[in-house]
């Protein structure tokens, strides 16, 4: 037997299971993307006249197991992945979407036997797995879906949002060769994105200027039109960016403001103090109109509420990551298990997308350490909401765009100094 890691746990692999895996990574370095397909399909969805008898006699062994039911889904995720992380350092990441298709369709080939029978079943419970949803995720963002389709799922347009991926793509057993996969991918979509942007705002503002006749076009073709790489209209990508990178209160920048309440705060405050600190620094960016109805109330009662053990104490690292965290609870949701998120749609109703998103950076960029804290706070409502139309929960699509481009601006490699 040989242990191995999955996710926080451990498991013992049997001879026969080693024996599959070993068996897929010899073809998987000698076969093409649409041959290893077949082989996978015909090893473990029609489960006959499979041309390895060693393998099929350890295929068997494997699910005739007493463990089987708890313990095949596991088999069935890594031999996917042993066939996704080749192709993805091979850049043949096209084949992903047409593997996980495999387990949609219905088998071609009769149950003539008990064992293939157990086959089916075992396969067909892999479907309701954790497993296999991040499975199907990982399609969709290697597949580009048709981004002007309203009524296609929210769960298709996972692959705008990298910051995301880490939370949607990555279940809790994983092996640190599938996060190792799933982190190569986000890098690469997320410095396509940034690059993608800057050229766009780049193109934007050159042109303005021509318009403007602040600068002259060195010919008739020195502008190229560079495509809007977000779903936002164009003036709203425009007034989104200005409010991110540009002035917000007055002459200073969200990152202004969080470096001024750091320095203003000073050396170890105590943590009552730092509350109601906090509680202005908050308060300041929202309309007082809509304030006044009960966010303010339901602000400071939060704020006196948590952690209030702790109030005499002097602020340190740990007090201000959990204040921040627990202020993301509060202003966004709270968990898988409860996922009610009655502010935070709140907010984006009455104040915009764009306010809501500037409130959370705030906060991110006064202790960066809740960045992922954040990240996985949207990814909760992404996979509440996934199944439900785009259409249906635009405000959610509004505020992923947003996010994207706000985590992009201040967390990415892009750099917008020259936008004023």
Request: hydrophobic share 40%.
């Amino acid at each position: 037997m040989v242990t191995v890691w999955s996710g926080s746990s451990q498991r013992q692999i049997s001879p026969q299971e080693q024996h599959i895996y070993d068996h897929l990574l010899y073809w998987i370095e000698r076969e093409t993307p649409v041959q290893m397909i077949d082989r996978f399909q015909a090893l473990f969805i029609e489960g006959t006249d499979y041309p390895d008898a060693a393998v099929c006699t350890a295929l068997e062994q494997v699910t005739a197991s007493p463990l089987a039911g708890i313990e095949f889904h596991y088999v069935l995720n890594r031999c996917c992945h042993i066939l996704i992380n080749r192709w993805q350092a091979a850049r043949t990441e096209f084949a992903i979407p047409q593997l996980v298709k495999l387990f949609e369709a219905e088998p071609a080939t009769v149950v003539r036997s008990r064992s293939l029978r157990r086959l089916r079943e075992l396969v067909k419970q892999f479907r309701e797995t954790e497993q296999y949803l991040t499975l199907r995720r990982l399609a969709q963002v290697v597949e580009a879906a048709d981004m002007g389709d309203m009524k296609r799922p929210l769960g298709t347009l996972i692959r705008r949002y990298p910051y995301l991926y880490e939370h949607c793509l990555i279940s809790e057993d994983c092996t640190q060769e599938q996060q190792h996969t799933v982190k190569g991918i986000q890098t690469q979509m997320q410095r396509q994105f940034e690059i993608d942007l800057s050229q766009y705002i780049t193109y934007q503002v050159r042109r303005s200027q021509i318009s403007s006749r602040l600068v002259l076009p060195s010919s008739p073709r020195s502008i190229y039109p560079v495509s809007n790489p977000t779903l936002l209209h164009e003036q709203e990508l425009a007034h989104a960016v200005k409010h991110y990178v540009g002035k917000v209160q007055g002459t200073h920048s969200y990152r202004d403001l969080a470096c001024n309440f750091l320095a203003q705060t000073g050396d170890e405050p105590l943590f009552r103090h730092f509350k109601d600190d906090l509680y202005d620094y908050i308060t300041a960016s929202i309309d007082r109109e809509y304030g006044q109805r009960a966010f303010y109330n339901q602000l400071y009662s939060h704020l006196q509420t948590s952690l209030s053990d702790s109030n005499d104490q002097r602020l340190n690292d740990f007090l201000l990551v959990r204040t921040c965290s627990q202020l993301l609870n509060f202003l966004v949701v709270e968990s898988p298990q409860s996922p009610q998120h009655f502010v935070y749609l709140d907010l984006i109703t009455n104040l915009g997308a764009t306010l809501t998103t500037g409130l959370l950076l705030k906060i991110v960029l006064l202790c960066r350490k809740v960045k992922p804290y954040l990240e996985r706070r949207l990814s909760i409502l992404f996979n509440h909401y996934e199944t439900h139309s785009r259409e249906a929960v635009q405000w959610l699509v509004l505020a992923l765009e947003h996010a994207n481009i706000a985590l992009s601006t201040h967390f990415g490699a892009i750099d917008l100094s020259f936008i004023h």
